[in-house]
């Protein structure tokens, strides 16, 4: 359930099946006046009692969009009929007032404009792709290693006297020799991770649309005025027409 206290100028009227007829104009005690639009020809008065909802800030009305179409021609077909009354009686008005009537019933003259509505869609702007590429490279490592090399000294024998059997000889000897060799190798290790999301940003957009507003303009080149304004004079003539005498110099 709703109520009338939620219904605010400017809220966006919808139909029993989604249709977009328009925003509230306006808000009286029994209901609200909806701008024209596709469906209705001219500002329709909706009643209370034709909500069925109020969801999201906008007004769903319990019609269809057929139904609420056949309710404003019916609307329109009237507001014809009483136009015709109503021209007779202004016809009737003037002709009084042409004769000599001193007092003008107000007229209102409805005055419109229109206002810009600005509505946002989200559509796809492109797209990127993140891959994951192998990149080959070289990377030098220095290793110490060792390596064993033979050094051979001389020095004088502790030993004095005559020299041994085989002496002038020949005589070879073997010494192995070590050294360290490097062996390279890979393995594969974890070195992180890379994490994709996205962040939304807002920016300013210029936009600019051409709108019309109705004002009023008075001619005043078919009024008749004299210096006085006696009873019967063009001076009370304009009065009765409900224009502003010239003032006297």
Same mark, same amino acid.
């Given at each position: 359930?709703?109520?009338?206290?939620?219904?605010?100028?400017?809220?966006?009227?919808?139909?029993?099946?989604?249709?977009?007829?328009?925003?509230?104009l306006?808000?009286?005690?029994?209901?609200?006046?909806?701008?024209?639009?596709?469906?209705?020809?001219?500002?329709?008065?909706?009643?209370?009692?034709?909500?069925?909802?109020?969801?999201?800030?906008?007004?769903?009305?319990?019609?269809?969009?057929?139904?609420?179409?056949?309710?404003?021609?019916?609307?329109?077909?009237?507001?014809?009929?009483?136009?015709?009354?109503?021209?007779?009686?202004?016809?009737?008005?003037?002709?009084?007032?042409?004769?000599?009537?001193?007092?003008?019933?107000?007229?209102?003259?409805p005055?419109?404009?229109?206002?810009?509505?600005?509505?946002?869609?989200?559509?796809?702007?492109g797209?990127?792709?993140?891959?994951? =590429?192998?990149?080959? #490279? $070289? /990377?030098?490592?220095? @290793? !110490? &290693?060792?390596?064993? *090399? %033979?050094? +051979?000294?001389?020095?004088?024998?502790?030993?004095?006297?005559?020299?041994? =059997?085989?002496?002038? #000889? $020949? /005589?070879?000897?073997? @010494? !192995? &020799?070590?050294?360290? *060799? %490097?062996? +390279?190798?890979?393995?594969?290790?974890?070195?992180?991770?890379?994490?994709?999301?996205?962040?939304?940003?807002?920016?300013?957009?210029?936009?600019?649309?051409?709108?019309?507003?109705?004002?009023?303009?008075?001619?005043?080149?078919?009024?008749?005025r004299?210096e006085?304004?006696?009873?019967?004079?063009?001076?009370?003539?304009?009065?009765?027409?409900?224009?502003?005498?010239?003032?006297?110099?």
């Amino acid at each position: 359930m709703f109520e009338a206290g939620q219904i605010k100028e400017g809220m966006l009227v919808r139909s029993a099946d989604g249709e977009k007829l328009g925003k509230v104009l306006e808000i009286s005690a029994d209901g609200f006046l909806a701008e024209k639009g596709i469906i209705f020809p001219k500002d329709y008065f909706c009643r209370f009692s034709d909500v069925s909802d109020i969801r999201g800030g906008e007004i769903h009305l319990r019609y269809r969009r057929e139904e609420l179409e056949k309710l404003a021609s019916a609307k329109e077909t009237e507001g014809r009929q009483g136009d015709i009354g109503a021209a007779a009686s202004s016809e009737a008005i003037g002709s009084r007032a042409a004769g000599g009537a001193r007092g003008m019933e107000e007229q209102r003259i409805p005055l419109a404009e229109e206002e810009v509505v600005v509505e946002k869609h989200a559509r796809q702007a492109g797209e990127v792709r993140v891959r994951k =590429e192998v990149v080959t #490279e $070289e /990377r030098p490592i220095n @290793v !110490p &290693v060792t390596r064993e *090399e %033979v050094r +051979v000294d001389v020095v004088p024998s502790a030993k004095a006297g005559a020299a041994s =059997e085989d002496a002038f #000889e $020949e /005589r070879e000897v073997t @010494v !192995p &020799v070590m050294e360290e *060799e %490097v062996e +390279v190798s890979k393995r594969t290790v974890s070195r992180g991770e890379a994490r994709i999301s996205k962040e939304a940003h807002q920016e300013q957009v210029s936009a600019s649309e051409t709108v019309r507003r109705e004002e009023i303009g008075v001619d005043e080149s078919g009024a008749k005025r004299s210096e006085r304004g006696a009873p019967g004079s063009d001076t009370e003539d304009s009065l009765a027409a409900g224009i502003p005498p010239r003032p006297r110099r």
